[in-house]
Every structure is written in structure tokens, then in C-alpha cells.
């Protein structure tokens, strides 16, 4: 048990309560014969109560009770029936501080049950959200983060493509394949601020959404693109020289993210024509005039 716990439990529980009683009954001897000070006995179990089991409040309420019993036999006043009154007030408070002792406890598991279940209720929801190779959001977990087909605000769509990940696969395995999406993930995520969306968009694609146009935001992909290509992927100790394909598009606020991802597409699949490792930027449609 930590210091700080055990402090809370015995020591605010049960030593502080006991040397609680020792004290109220030096303060009642000093004054002389009597017992004037035994009710107030009657708090030493509600304190040990907000801090202590069960089980150590129920000691806590028998050595009080013991204790202004034992104390109205060495220094008794002559009032039988007030020291009886006194000691049937300190059960009755002993026993409800049992009972608050209890209720403090089953609601404090409560609470922690729901705690870690509000927990694993969360990590569910990310580990749905995220791809299992990679990390990264999948498309459920992309859909989540937009909140929605419509933009409201301008923004871009990237769709980047890894290239010749077949090679990689016929040539080193698929779990080298997986380890070199992995790495590329990592590589992508790395180079863009955590503001920006990565998903995996499908097996060897993967798309990125910069809350800036896509003039913008070329420049971000082209660092991203660079570094890919620059910094070749360790393979079980093979060198792998990778790249990718990049295709932007606007995004513009108020439009359809379909329409945006398709305009993306087109731009990725003409990158890749022109010879793939590049970025390549779809066509900005010009503002519609109103009639």
C-alpha cells in the first residue's frame, strides 16, 4: 500500500480516532472526577467512518464505547443515568458510523468499477477506430473525425499511394510488406502536425485532410513525400528505397467530401502516370458566378 493510502486508512482512520479518545478523556480528567466530556466520545466513530473500513470503524466505535464505559467507572459523577444516556449515544453513533462506513465503501468501488469500465469503454472505441496494422485512423474512425459529408470549413484531401508495395511483397514477404505500410504511417503522422487527419484509406493508401487549401497544403506533403524518399526503410536488414504517390484537391467549405476525394483521385492517379514519387495537385475549379 502507498504512504498516502496507508495515511488515509489507518492513520486518519485509526490512530488519529484512538489518540482522539485519549485525548478527550485527559481533558475530562484534568478537570476532576467526572465525566462531563464522555458525549462527545460520540464523534471519534463518525471520524474514522470518513476514512476507515468498515471493519476498522467497528474497532474504532467498540474502544470508544470501552473507553467512556471504563473511564465513567474511574471518574464517575454520581449521575448514573446521565454516564448510561452517554454511552447509549455513543453506540447508536457507532452504529451508524459502521453503516456510512459501508455505504462510503460500496459506493467508492462503484465508482471505481465505473471508472474503469468508462476506460476500457474508451479504448474500445479507439482500437474500433484505428487500422490494426498501422495505427492510424481507419475509414470508421476517419468518418468519425469529420463529423459529417460537409465541410465547414476549407480544407484539403490527400490521397497518398505507396509504390511498388507489390515488389516488396513478392520480393521480402508480406510481413515485410506490412512492416514498410507501417513504417510509411509512421513517416506520414511524423512529418504532418497532430491537427491534421491520417487514415488508411485501403491497402497501400493512405489519406491525409489539412484544415488549409490545397495550395497549402502541398507543401506539407511534398516534405512528407521527400522524406519517404530520402530515408530508405530498414527491412529485417534490407534496405528498402520507398516512395509515394500524392494527389491533392480542395476541399472548399460546404461542399461534399466525395466530391473532394474523387477530385483527390484523380490527382493521385496522374501522379502516378507522370511517374510516380510526386505530388501532384488537381485542377482548382474556378468559383461559381451566381445567375
Given at each position: 500500500m502507498a504512504r498516502a493510502g496507508w495515511w488515509s486508512t489507518w492513520g486518519l482512520g485509526f490512530v488519529v480516532p484512538v489518540a482522539l479518545i485519549a485525548f478527550i478523556l485527559i481533558a475530562?480528567?484534568?478537570?476532576?472526577?467526572?465525566?462531563?466530556?464522555?458525549?462527545?466520545?460520540?464523534?471519534?466513530?463518525?471520524?474514522?467512518?470518513?476514512?476507515?473500513?468498515?471493519?476498522?470503524?467497528?474497532?474504532?466505535?467498540?474502544?470508544?464505547?470501552?473507553?467512556?464505559?471504563?473511564?465513567?467507572?474511574?471518574?464517575?459523577?454520581?449521575?448514573?443515568?446521565?454516564?448510561?444516556?452517554?454511552?447509549?449515544?455513543?453506540?447508536?453513533?457507532?452504529?451508524?458510523?459502521?453503516?456510512?462506513?459501508?455505504?462510503?465503501?460500496?459506493?467508492?468501488?462503484?465508482?471505481?468499477?465505473?471508472?474503469?469500465?468508462?476506460?476500457?469503454?474508451?479504448?474500445?472505441?479507439?482500437?474500433?477506430?484505428?487500422?490494426?496494422?498501422?495505427?492510424?485512423?481507419?475509414?470508421?474512425?476517419?468518418?468519425?473525425?469529420?463529423?459529417?459529408?460537409?465541410?465547414?470549413?476549407?480544407?484539403?484531401?490527400?490521397?497518398?499511394?505507396?509504390?511498388?508495395?507489390k515488389d516488396i511483397n513478392d520480393g521480402l514477404g508480406h510481413l515485410a510488406g506490412d512492416a514498410y505500410l507501417k513504417a510509411i504511417a509512421g513517416r506520414i503522422q511524423h512529418a504532418l502536425p497532430s491537427s491534421d487527419l491520417v487514415a488508411r484509406w485501403g491497402g497501400d493508401e493512405f489519406i491525409v485532410i489539412q484544415d488549409r487549401p490545397a495550395g497549402e497544403a502541398a507543401a506539407s506533403l511534398s516534405r512528407v513525400q521527400q522524406s519517404i524518399a530520402d530515408t530508405p526503410i530498414s527491412l529485417d536488414g534490407t534496405q528498402v528505397h520507398g516512395s509515394v504517390s500524392v494527389g491533392i484537391a480542395d476541399w472548399p467549405a460546404h461542399t461534399r467530401f466525395d466530391d473532394a476525394l474523387s477530385a483527390a483521385d484523380d490527382a493521385l492517379y496522374a501522379a502516378k502516370a507522370e511517374g510516380r514519387n510526386r505530388v501532384t495537385m488537381a485542377p482548382v475549379e474556378p468559383p461559381t458566378m451566381p445567375g
Open positions: 475530562d480528567a484534568l478537570e476532576g472526577p467526572k465525566t462531563a466530556y464522555v458525549g462527545v466520545l460520540a464523534v471519534v466513530p463518525v471520524l474514522a467512518a470518513v476514512f476507515a473500513t468498515p471493519v476498522m470503524t467497528a474497532v474504532v466505535a467498540v474502544i470508544t464505547w470501552l473507553s467512556g464505559w471504563a473511564f465513567g467507572l474511574a471518574a464517575s459523577d454520581g449521575n448514573v443515568t446521565a454516564q448510561t444516556v452517554r454511552l447509549i449515544i455513543i453506540a447508536i453513533a457507532g452504529v451508524a458510523a459502521v453503516g456510512a462506513a459501508a455505504l462510503r465503501v460500496r459506493r467508492e468501488r462503484a465508482l471505481t468499477v465505473a471508472q474503469h469500465e468508462a476506460a476500457r469503454a474508451h479504448e474500445l472505441e479507439v482500437q474500433a477506430q484505428s487500422d490494426e496494422l498501422t495505427g492510424v485512423l481507419n475509414r470508421f474512425g476517419l468518418d468519425h473525425a469529420l463529423g459529417g459529408q460537409l465541410s465547414a470549413r476549407h480544407r484539403s484531401v490527400a490521397l497518398l499511394d505507396c509504390d511498388h508495395l
